[in-house]
């Protein structure tokens, strides 16, 4: 990043920081180590407790739970995720508010100073972001920092941090070009995360071995679903049991369906438990009834929005499709990444969809619809229309879909997030793209 005049504008130091690093991903720790030591970041605790959250999916759903179970509890909170889908903002939730420009433009400025002071050191978006909400998180510590990991785990820049409780969600394939195929090389990337002689939550029972492995190594302490915690029943009135942080027992009962992943939420409740916090059910419910997280099972209507984009996720929302009724067709408005698995998401996805609206997407990673409907045809699925972007289809469909039709948007974050904002326009002609919807370096 070239040593000009400072942005004075969000968007300015957005479209700033994106041309300043020569590649989008670029794992490691020393270079971002570097610039938090410089900012004091590593000088002692960033909160009073911290917990982080790394998986290949369930992370966000995770947060917004831990988010949501903490604050009923009476707990400030700050929690750092990504991407976003409409609005940078989004990334930094400061006592459940999203933060304001002027705080990540602070946030901005300060590693800026950081980084130039000495030897100038480059940092890419994602390591920048992280730095600068890390920053505005330890100027006003809360109660509870709440961090989501991302990519692999163990080289992703918020892992300069060291939590008290660190949560791993699930295990799948996914961003093959960084963490290659091999399930349980991925697994000990995810489990980079955990720290010796802290608690070790996994949230998965079909978790590789090569996590608990790790945790072993480490010598964390493993808080395993199905083992020191579980969940008992589906849907409204499931009740959870674990343990708090002294390992005596601990269970909350009639828990309402939160309409996200009940071993995440499982996996919430238990850490919280083991950063002691004394759970209490009424809170509990009240979290879990009132939580919602845009573009996971996101509801508009008879559209459902989410950003599932590996066929593990697509299994998942298959089943939850599968298990609401609809008295018309399941429409599936589908756009994807050239670097995803479409042919496994569509499979898992096909016995849920009746018909099919493949789009193109934008971008030096862009899968065209044709692809998509090539992909579909070999399946003998239904394609309806080709749409030139997720916009156009989503004009294209609404005009023909019967009262008692859902659609089902999914495949990536730009698909969603593109379809979000044709919802929120006045006019869907001229719906607003998302601003800057997902960096590439860190499309999840």
């Known amino acids: ?29 020393d270079r971002v180590a570097e610039v938090a030591r410089r900012m004091g970041l590593l000088e002692g605790p960033l909160a009073p407790r911290v917990i982080t959250v790394a998986g290949t999916n369930g992370k966000g759903s995770t947060v917004a739970m831990l988010e949501a179970l903490a604050q009923a509890h009476g707990l400030t909170t700050a929690t750092y995720t990504s991407p976003h889908l409409l609005h940078y903002n989004e990334r930094l939730r400061l006592n459940g508010r999203e933060a304001d420009d002027a705080t990540l433009i602070a946030g901005f400025e300060a590693v800026e100073a950081a980084r130039l002071k000495g030897e100038p050191i480059s940092l890419s978006y994602f ?16 109660a509870l920092a709440i961090l989501e990991v991302g990519l692999g785990g163990r080289l992703d820049a918020v892992n300069i941090i060291d939590p008290d409780v660190a949560v791993i969600t699930t295990v799948a394939q996914d961003h093959a070009a960084f963490l290659g195929s091999d399930i349980e090389g991925i697994g000990r990337e995810k489990a980079g995360i955990l720290r010796p002689g802290r608690p070790a939550v996994l949230g998965s029972t079909t978790l590789p071995a090569s996590v608990t492995d790790v945790a072993r190594e480490r010598q964390a302490r ?6 020191a915690f579980r969940r008992e029943g589906e849907g409204a009135g499931w009740r959870w049991l674990g343990q708090d942080g002294g390992g005596h027992p601990v269970a909350v009962g009639e828990l309402p369906d939160p309409g996200l992943p009940l071993d995440n939420a499982a996996s919430a409740l238990q850490a919280l438990a083991l950063v002691e916090v004394s759970l209490e059910e009424p809170a509990c ?62 499979a898992a996805l096909a016995p849920a969809v009746d018909a099919w609206v493949p789009v193109s997407l934008e971008g030096e990673r862009a899968r065209l619809a044709d692809d998509l409907a090539d992909r579909l045809a070999h399946l003998d699925a239904r394609v309806w229309h080709r749409g030139d972007s997720p916009a156009e289809a989503a004009d294209w469909l609404s005009a023909r879909l019967a009262p008692e039709d859902r659609v089902l948007v999914c495949g990536s974050f730009f698909t969603v997030a593109a379809v979000l904002a044709w919802h929120q326009a006045d006019a869907p002609s001229t719906a607003p793209t998302a601003e ?9």
């Not at 300015?12 to 690093?21: K, Q, S």
């Not at 390591?127 to 890390?134: I, P, R, S, V, Y």
């Not at 493993?222 to 083992?227: F, I, M, R, S, T």
């Not at 800057?436 to 999840?444: D, G, M, N, P």
């Open 1 to 29: 990043m070239s040593e000009r005049a400072l942005p004075t504008t969000l968007p300015a130091w957005l479209a700033r920081l994106e041309a300043a690093h020569p590649v989008g991903i670029d794992l490691g720790l």
């Open 127 to 142: 390591e920048m972001g992280t730095l600068g909400a890390l920053w505005a998180i330890a100027r006003q510590p809360p």
């Open 222 to 227: 493993v808080v395993a679903l199905g083992e």
């Open 285 to 346: 419910r009240h979290a879990l009834a009132s939580v919602r997280l845009p573009g996971r099972m996101q509801w508009l209507g008879p559209w459902c929005l989410d950003v599932g984009h590996n066929p593990h996720a697509a299994a998942y929302l298959a089943r939850r499709l599968t298990a609401l009724p609809c008295e018309g067709r399941t429409i599936g408005l589908i756009g994807m990444l050239a670097d995803k698995d479409a042919d496994g998401v569509i």
């Open 436 to 444: 800057h919807a997902t960096r590439s370096e860190e499309a999840k």
